[in-house]
């Protein structure tokens, strides 16, 4: 044994040691993926198995005349040594970068690297065996083509990933050798899922049957595999051919087993497909016909706002998948909370989320854009579109969508950063320096920037950008010139009140490549979500320990632990938070919803003076106006009456600090009825009935809500939206129309969703006639 650990195949591993040192040591340079963590075991998984299938297969031709199972004894220490060096290089990254789930990160570590590098040794010796067949062969010939091709059989494995990333609606990818591609790093809740596991167990099912198979086989004089040897060790022969069996009957099974998917089981899964004139909807069975047309309609004027705002013509339906939630999302095709869209393959994949839908427009867009693209994934990309502009595919959505976010445009949130001397540079969020970003500064600012150069340059400039990937030397203007301009344009922009509040408040949360332990702080912001939801506000209260034990100056948790620990009845730690946030000259935003969730304790407790006088002081702190329309209505209900007040209370705060349910709220909103002779009832029973997709019964008590009359200029604009999105709705186009031209024209706050109601009216209306 000590005669083949000294063979010359060393001088092999040696180098193939040295590379995955390296391996770890680049991986270190960034935060994400310096410590164990899906990320870096992806890293690793995509980056070594090729050298780990070279080195074993050079090491199966030196020592082709010793024993069997010593043979297979040394290549698999070797390879697991070449697994250890980068792990243990990212296990001294702990020491640098903060670890909060080491025990999952190693897990990682072992399910994805561990088992691709013993299947790359497995794949070694089978083609140096195989290669030992070929008599004729020279040596160094037969040691090149061994090597060479053992190491193109991971990269190999690799390209089919891509292809099937490439062919089918899954963005997420299990690799036999890789391991797991979760699809994106938005979606920062990400974790060790049965799925993985089992890909991972039947991989090391097919990395036995392959050693199995070698070492029954594989003829200990010549080094061969040999059919015939195989039969002497039945047991073992068996054994390994029904692991690969199984293997192979896993991959047939992929969509099943949740490995991998197609269009056609996500069609089985969801149950519907409503085909139109530019979309296709893909929907689940039991969504009501009405809502699914809604959505259809909703994708379809978005094809035609794509279409002009990108001077392009589609010749193909898009595809919209709606998923029922995120999980489902998650488990058919890859991407969890994140929405995507695969504009080679004319598909956008949501889940459900009110109508409209607030990011289909964007998602259609990246859609249509592809006919202002090139390469095979029809992006704005250089290379002759093979590499990716994620600053101008992102910046190009944004700009034709031009969707509000709270209550902002894209300008809007661009001239909040550029006053706070937040926004980034050009150069920084047009390339791959856009992942680097927080999301909503690098979307704002993308979209903002792609908006001015299309006004500035003109379209047909638009289409070229975004088809060569790049602004400089397309433009007629440089770069920097285009950004001076745009600065400029930013700067005459008027905001809002409380908008630079709002922005300050966005300004907090760094991107997923600068949070420390994204995907645990995720997880544990999700469980808060549900604490939160079922009014556990002692399971709340730990979840907020925890993440604060992360990150001490994790603002939104301090934030959201004010209204726990008053939610609680602990007012005095309430009120320590709260000071908290003061002193250490926290955004407005978060004072004024940590002060927001005190006083709703208060209000939910029956303090009433205590909770008005709290409401009246939060007034001027809002950032946006829906947060203070609801402080209005909370403090118009304790200035009218007690029995007022607790009506209220329960529609909006819920009873017992849970959500009431639509038939409560319709009681709830009868009883208020009963006590108060102005709209206020009406439009609350209206809202309810919207939120369950009852546009016809909602139109009722909007009218009665007019006639009557709304006690707040807050309320009686957000009853014009109500009520032009209910016509649009119904299709009743004369009286949306006089809507328009009326009340809504006469807001200036307005102006904004009343030409976009106007928009899709004219878009829809001709349509309907015809039918």
């Not at 502009?389 to 949130?413: C, F, H, K, S, Y």
Request: net charge positive; aromatic share 8%; proline share 5%.
């Amino acid at each position: 044994m000590s005669g083949l650990a000294r063979g010359s195949g060393g001088r092999a591993f040696a180098g193939a040691l040295a590379y995955a040192t390296c391996v770890g040591l680049g991986l270190s340079a960034s935060r994400l993926t310096a410590v164990h963590g899906v990320e870096s075991a992806l890293g690793v998984g995509l980056l070594l198995p090729p050298a780990v299938a070279a080195c074993s297969a050079l090491d199966a031709l030196r020592w082709r005349a010793c024993d069997t199972r010593e043979v297979l004894h040394v290549v698999l220490r070797r390879a697991v040594a070449l697994w250890a060096a980068p792990t243990l290089v990212l296990a001294v990254g702990s020491l640098r970068v903060r670890q909060c789930t080491p025990l999952e990160g190693l897990t990682f570590m072992l399910l994805g690297p561990l088992v691709g590098v013993l299947l790359a040794a497995a794949t070694g010796v089978w083609v140096a065996s195989l290669a030992l067949g070929r008599v004729t062969w020279r040596e160094a010939r037969r040691r090149r083509v061994a090597s060479s091709l053992a190491a193109l059989l991971p990269i190999g494995a690799l390209a089919v990933g891509v292809l099937r990333f490439w062919a089918t609606p899954t963005i997420s990818i299990y690799g036999a050798y890789a391991g797991w591609f979760p699809g994106t790093i938005y979606d920062e809740d990400v974790a060790l899922t049965a799925t993985y596991v089992s890909q991972r167990a039947i991989t090391g099912a097919l990395t036995f049957g392959l050693l199995g198979g070698w070492v029954a086989a594989r003829d200990a004089t010549t080094g061969a595999v040999r059919v015939g040897l195989a039969l002497r060790q039945r047991g073992l022969a068996l054994a390994s051919a029904l692991a690969v069996a199984g293997f192979g009957l896993a991959v047939f099974y992929a969509p099943e087993l949740g490995h991998a998917s197609t269009r056609t089981y996500i069609d089985e899964q969801l149950g519907r497909v409503l085909p139109g004139h530019a979309c296709v909807l893909h929907t689940p069975r039991e969504l009501p016909v009405e809502s699914a047309q809604r959505l259809l309609d909703d994708c379809e004027f978005s094809v035609a706002q794509a279409e002009a705002g990108l001077g392009v013509h589609a010749t193909r339906p898009v595809h919209a998948f709606f998923y029922r939630n995120a999980e489902e999302k998650r488990r058919l095709m890859g991407a969890g909370a994140t929405f995507i869209a695969k504009p080679w393959r004319d598909e956008v994949h949501l889940q459900l989320g009110g109508w409209p839908h607030p990011v289909l427009a964007h998602e259609v867009v990246h859609a249509i854009a592809a006919y202002a693209s090139r390469g095979p994934f029809a992006v704005s990309a250089t290379l002759a579109g093979w590499f990716p502009n994620p600053g101008l595919i992102e910046g190009v959505a944004v700009a034709v969508a031009w969707d509000e976010r709270d209550g902002l445009t894209p300008d809007e949130w661009s001239a909040g950063l550029l006053a706070h001397d937040a926004l980034p540079a050009a150069r920084d969020f047009l390339g791959l320096g856009f992942g680097q970003l927080e999301p909503r500064r690098a979307y704002s600012a993308a979209g903002s920037f792609v908006r001015y150069l299309r006004a500035r340059e003109g379209v047909d400039t638009l289409r070229a950008v975004h088809r060569l990937g790049r602004v400089e030397g397309v433009t007629r203007a440089s770069l920097s010139e285009l950004e001076a301009g745009w600065h400029a344009h930013l700067r005459a922009i008027v905001l809002p009140d409380g908008a630079l509040d709002l922005v300050a408040l966005r300004l907090t949360r760094g991107s997923v490549f600068e949070t420390v332990c994204p995907h645990r702080v995720a997880r544990l912001r999700a469980t808060l979500a549900g604490d939160l939801g079922a009014a556990d506000f002692e399971s709340a209260r730990g979840t907020c320990r925890e993440l604060l034990a992360i990150d001490p100056n994790d603002l939104s948790t301090r934030a959201y632990a004010v209204g726990v620990e008053a939610r609680s009845g602990r007012f005095a730690r309430a009120e320590e938070g709260l000071t908290w946030l003061r002193e250490h000259d926290a955004p407005k935003a978060f004072e004024a919803y940590a002060a927001a969730a005190l006083a709703d304790a208060l209000l939910a407790r029956d303090a009433f003076e205590e909770a008005a006088a709290a409401y009246v002081a939060l007034l001027p702190l809002q950032p946006d106006e829906a947060s203070r329309r609801q402080i209005e209505v909370k403090l118009l209900a304790l200035q009218s009456s007690r029995e007022q007040a607790r009506i209220l209370r329960s529609l909006l705060l819920g009873d017992h600090g849970r959500a009431v349910g639509p038939a409560r709220a319709m009681q709830l909103t009868q009883a208020l009825e009963a006590v108060r002779g102005d709209g206020l009832a009406p439009y609350l029973a209206a809202r309810q009935l919207m939120g369950e997709g009852e546009y016809a019964a909602a139109l009722r008590p909007l009218h009665q809500a007019a006639r009557r009359g709304l006690p707040l200029p807050s309320l009686t604009r957000e009853h014009h939206r109500m009520l032009a999105m209910t016509l649009y709705a119904l299709g009743r186009w004369d009286e949306l129309d006089a809507h328009l031209r009326g009340p809504m024209a006469d807001d200036p706050a307005l102006t904004t969703l009343t030409a976009y109601w106007r928009a899709r009216a004219a878009f829809r209306r001709p349509q309907a006639a015809r039918r």
